[in-house]
């Protein structure tokens, strides 16, 4: 069993920035996805970032050039810097891992004012 810890979440102005922290507790094996999704109110959870093991990152286009994911994998731990926020970044922000089964953390808010 995997369980998923998020922190670093909180209220910013309009382009500054944040870093999420994802620590994960218990034993990932294997190949394994780790990422970042967002749910803003009234919306659809959607894909924010992710990162394999080897370190292949993916990202949603509305973040590319202004977020970057990384991980330790040491410390099973992933994080998402968060540069340039908007507005429309405002959401509730989910750690993701995914191995042979698909784990979810609990999530922290990211408010970003106009």
């Given at each position: 069993?995997?369980?998923l810890?998020?922190?670093?979440?909180?209220?910013?102005?309009?382009?500054?920035?944040?870093?999420?922290?994802?620590?994960?507790s218990?034993?990932?094996?294997?190949?394994?996805?780790?990422?970042?999704?967002?749910?803003?109110?009234?919306?659809?959870?959607?894909?924010?970032?992710?990162?394999?093991?080897?370190?292949?990152?993916?990202?949603?286009?509305?973040?590319?050039?202004?977020?970057?994911?990384?991980?330790?994998?040491?410390?099973?731990?992933?994080?998402?810097?968060?540069?340039?926020?908007?507005?429309?970044?405002?959401?509730?922000?989910?750690?993701?891992?995914?191995?042979?089964?698909?784990?979810?953390?609990?999530g922290?808010?990211?408010?970003?004012?106009?």
């Open positions: 069993q995997v369980q810890e998020e922190s670093g979440g909180g209220l910013v102005q309009a382009g500054g920035s944040l870093r999420l922290s994802c620590a994960a218990g034993t990932i094996y294997g190949f394994n996805i780790m990422g970042w999704y967002r749910q803003a109110p009234g919306k659809q959870r959607e894909l924010v970032a992710t990162i394999t093991n080897s370190a292949t990152t993916n990202y949603a286009d509305s973040v590319k050039g202004r977020f970057t994911i990384s991980r330790d994998n040491a410390k099973k731990t992933v994080y998402l810097q968060m540069n340039s926020l908007k507005p429309e970044d405002t959401a509730v922000y989910y750690c993701h891992v995914r191995t042979t089964y698909a784990y979810w953390g609990q922290t808010q990211v408010t970003v004012s106009s």
